[in-house]
């Protein structure tokens, strides 16, 4: 059973461009959060999506950033427009719900140059 | 809205000795308390978890303890080893299934 899977692990931007960042979750897992994460800080929550749902995107800047979950597919957190402040660490959970455990991604990390 | 305080930030403990890290939570419908163990450059994994309706759980050298009244829950690892040495995060899920991560501790274990 493969664990969640993001795509790009690196990805270099220069400011201005787009960033997408994929995620697909562990087998059978139907819900997916994403986090940000800082450079010797903690993992600031995102967005949570169920498969064609967002159901909480109150840690989502409301500009240039989006997420999606489609039908088939993996989830894609987007990011517009990118400044240099974007840079950090992206990572991916999905969650058992029987447990409630999450089980993260290798994440990706954005470099804004 | 929902929040999540974690103490320390930075804990030094001396191998053999135990450490305590400590964390609260704002939204008293939480039902869910994961800890989380982040090496450097590495993904968070979970080492422990609680339920609401449980008050303490142990496996091996970690034990998490929980108090409801006071929104409080703790993670207690004894008989520190290298090994053990990384950035603890705390989290709880409110009733919506949202988790919050705590900040994180990063715990040393000296020789």
């Known amino acids: 059973n493969a664990g969640v899977m993001q795509n790009p692990r690196h990805l270099v931007r220069r400011r201005g461009q787009e960033a997408r960042l994929r995620c697909s979750p562990m087998?059978?897992?139907?819900?997916v959060y994403w986090y940000r994460q800082l450079p010797e800080e903690g993992l600031k929550f995102m967005v949570y999506?169920?498969?064609?749902?967002?159901?909480?995107e109150s840690g989502m800047p409301k500009e240039r950033f989006s997420a999606e979950f489609p039908k088939e597919g993996p989830s894609i957190l987007r990011i517009q427009q990118v400044v240099r402040g974007d840079s950090a660490a992206y990572f991916c959970a999905s969650r058992n719900r029987d447990t409630g455990e999450l089980f993260f991604g290798e994440g990706s990390r954005l470099t804004v140059l | 809205g929902e929040n999540v305080e974690q103490h320390p930030s930075t804990l030094s403990v001396q191998e053999g000795d135990s450490a305590v890290i400590k964390c609260t939570y704002s939204?008293?419908?939480?039902?869910?308390f994961p800890w989380y163990k982040q090496e450097l450059g590495k993904r968070p994994q979970l080492i422990i978890d609680i339920r609401s309706n449980v008050g303490e759980k142990k496996d091996q050298r970690i034990a998490v303890t929980l108090n409801k009244t006071a929104k409080h829950f703790s993670l207690h690892i004894t008989e520190t080893q290298p090994e053990d040495s990384a950035v603890y995060f705390c989290a709880s899920m409110n009733r919506d299934d949202k988790i919050i991560f705590g900040k994180g501790t990063r715990l040393h274990i000296l020789p």
């Open positions: 999506l169920q498969k064609e749902n967002i159901i909480d």
């Open positions: 939204d008293s419908a939480s039902n869910y």
């Open positions: 087998k059978g897992h139907s819900h």
